[in-house]
T-cell receptor
Framework: EAGVTQFPSHSVIEKGQTVTLRCDPISGHDNLYWYRRVMGKEIKFLLHFVKESKQDESGMPNNRFLAERTGGTYSTLKVQPAELEDSGVYFC???????????FGPGTRLLVL | AQSVTQLGSHVSVSEGALVLLRCNYSSSVPPYLFWYVQYPNQGLQLLLKYTSAATLVKGINGFEAEFKKSETSFHLTKPSAHMSDAAEYFCAVSDPGGYQKVTFGIGTKLQVIP
């Protein structure tokens, strides 16, 4: 069974540009989560999808961040326009049902210059 | 609200020595507790989890953790460190009754000295 995959693994962009991160959850997992780790800080929750619906987006920093999960399969997280403080590692996780273990992807390392 | 405190952002142990990584949590409801590990250039991997069954939880690679409600602790231990244990370890908590978002500690980098 393939694990959670994320693309790209690294991204370096300039302030003001747009970046789109992609997450492919484990097949059959209805729950998809995005987390972010800013350097030196904790890994923090951003949002949670159940299938294609946003269940909880309380962790999204501001309206420059837009997450989608069309069709309930893969998800994208777009940052537009990117700011310096958006740099960090963005993790995606998925679980089959609520209460089951969340399996994490390798993360996307975003650097905004 | 839930929170996790990991004592020691960096821990060094000699190969063969006991590994002890400390974690204290705060939760208004009986929590689920986790330890995740991140090896260099890899994603987060679940080491073990506590979900209100046995208080002593055994995980992969010889690690175990004990849930102590009176101390609000969930420390991670391994009797004998291997070089391959060098990684960053994250303690985490979630609310079983909620939507399962996980709250992480800041992480502890474990260095194993030959």
């Amino acid at each position: 069974e393939a694990g959670v995959t994320q693309f790209p693994s690294h991204s370096v962009i300039e302030k003001g540009q747009t970046v789109t991160l992609r997450c492919d959850p484990i097949s059959g997992h209805d729950n998809l989560y995005w987390y972010r780790r800013v350097m030196g800080k904790e890994i923090k929750f951003l949002l949670h999808f159940v299938k294609e619906s946003k269940q909880d987006e309380s962790g999204m920093p501001n309206n420059r961040f837009l997450a989608e999960r069309t069709g309930g399969t893969y998800s994208t997280l777009k940052v537009q326009p990117a700011e310096l403080e958006d740099s960090g590692v963005y993790f995606c996780a998925s679980s089959r049902t609520l209460g089951e273990t969340q399996y994490f992807g390798p993360g996307t390392r975003l650097l905004v210059l | 609200a839930q929170s996790v405190t990991q004592l020691g952002s960096h821990v060094s142990v000699s190969e063969g020595a006991l590994v002890l990584l400390r974690c204290n949590y705060s939760s208004s409801v009986p929590p689920y507790l986790f330890w995740y590990v991140q090896y260099p250039n890899q994603g987060l991997q679940l080491l073990l989890k506590y979900t209100s069954a046995a208080t002593l939880v055994k995980g992969i690679n010889g690690f175990e953790a004990e849930f102590k409600k009176s101390e609000t602790s969930f420390h991670l231990t391994k009797p004998s460190a291997h070089m391959s244990d060098a990684a960053e370890y994250f303690c985490a908590v979630s609310d079983p009754g909620g939507y399962q978002k996980v709250t992480f500690g800041i992480g502890t980098k474990l260095q194993v000295i030959p």
